[in-house]
């Protein structure tokens, strides 16, 4: 079986797993502080607060930004739902708007026509690795007094052109960027997530919050050589990460630039060898943006069916996902309305697939894909 992707790990994370719970400091302690500095210095933000997946990331992001109870937040429902219930977690309202059909991102043009005097944020998605537009995104939130938060779960390590330079997606160019590190993604710590922002005072609200609201972090406290009484000043949430899943992910971030390049080399030969096949719609990379290609996701000829190319694919041996989700089509959000057309991302959830990519594949891998994929579409 072609799986969708592979983990890139081996016994370094083994031995860096073991290091920490052989310490006996296993929770959120000095292997978190390192991984928050080193993510910190590889994108080029600020400053880095690490968290226990990204949906508490975009979470706490959405609290430190003063969203609240009937507040409207520019959004894509074509995300994953954690995308939306981020939103809902803090009682406001998704606004969806629709995507561009060839980048599977929030359509710039659409978000002005969206704002209302309720609206209080843009939250973007880097869908799938791609960055979207975010210069005019950002310049539209600047211009309407509205925060800008980016969904990076997927775009760790993707580029973007900015003012004529290349940088890395999370230093950020809006309030706050939100990461992933589920095993979906190009690197991985089991579970857990990351903020990085250029706002002191926002880094210091998310380190509140992500433990309890406790006054004093575990490290101030053991550190000391007087006793400390802490205290609880806010209501806040158990969303740590351990000092297990850090240990791994320094170890990742190391290994993040030639598993980027292996992934870019992959999908680039994806690009040249299904262009072969008729009628099918190939993902498009933007003069402004660099992928990880976190996703290879194809959209299907006309006449062939999703699950029916999905099925025939698996029957081969080769493991496919289908297109993005819309949240708006799931019963928790059925009884909210949208007066929005959604119809790009409507079609893009029942039209696209999603191939393997990964870095371990070998060329025979690769052709194995394409060509059960040609077949499956009749070609």
Request: glycine letters at 6%; hydrophobic letters at 40%.
């Amino acid at each position: 079986m072609i799986p969708i992707i592979k983990p890139v790990m081996d016994e370094r994370e083994v031995e860096a797993a073991r290091r920490v719970i052989l310490s006996g400091w296993i929770t959120q302690g000095p292997e978190v502080a390192a991984f928050e500095r080193e993510f910190a210095a590889f994108t080029g933000a600020e400053l880095a607060v690490a968290v226990s997946n990204c949906t508490t990331a975009l979470h706490l992001a959405l609290l430190a930004a003063g969203i609240s109870q009937g507040d409207e937040v520019i959004t894509v429902s074509h995300s994953y739902i954690a995308t939306a219930n981020s939103i809902r977690y803090c009682g406001a309202i998704p606004v969806f708007v629709d995507i561009e059909p060839e980048t599977f991102n929030i359509d710039p043009t659409l978000i002005e026509a969206a704002i209302t005097p309720r609206t209080r944020a843009i939250l973007c998605v880097h869908q799938m690795g791609m960055p979207c537009d975010l210069g005019r995104i950002v310049e539209l939130g600047r211009r309407h007094g509205l925060v800008v938060i980016e969904d990076a779960a997927c775009a760790i390590a993707s580029e973007i052109l900015i003012d004529g330079e290349w940088e890395k997606i999370g230093r950020p160019r809006g309030d706050v960027a939100c990461f992933s590190f589920h095993p979906r993604k190009i690197m991985s710590t089991g579970d857990g997530g990351m903020l990085t922002t250029s706002k002191p005072e926002w880094a210091a609200k998310f380190r509140l919050l992500r433990q309890h609201g406790m006054s004093v972090p575990d490290t101030v406290r053991h550190g000391s050589p007087q006793v400390i009484f802490e205290d609880h000043p806010v209501v806040g949430y158990n969303y740590r990460m351990t000092d297990i899943q850090a240990a791994v992910g320094r170890e990742q971030l190391k290994r993040l630039p030639v598993i980027v390049q292996a992934r870019r080399q992959r999908a680039s030969r994806y690009l040249e060898q299904l262009a072969a096949i008729p009628g099918l719609g190939l993902p498009v990379q933007p003069s402004y943006a660099r992928s990880n290609w976190q996703s290879f996701c194809v959209r299907l000829p006309d006449g062939c069916h999703q699950r029916q190319v999905m099925q025939a694919m698996l029957d081969e041996e080769v493991s496919t996902r289908r297109g993005i989700m819309c949240a708006h089509r799931e019963k928790a959000y059925s009884g909210m309305r949208h007066l929005h057309s959604l119809a790009r991302s409507e079609e893009a959830q029942n039209r696209t697939v999603i191939l393997p990519l990964y870095p371990q594949m070998t060329d025979t891998d690769q052709d194995r894909v394409v060509d059960a994929l040609a077949r499956a579409c009749g070609r």
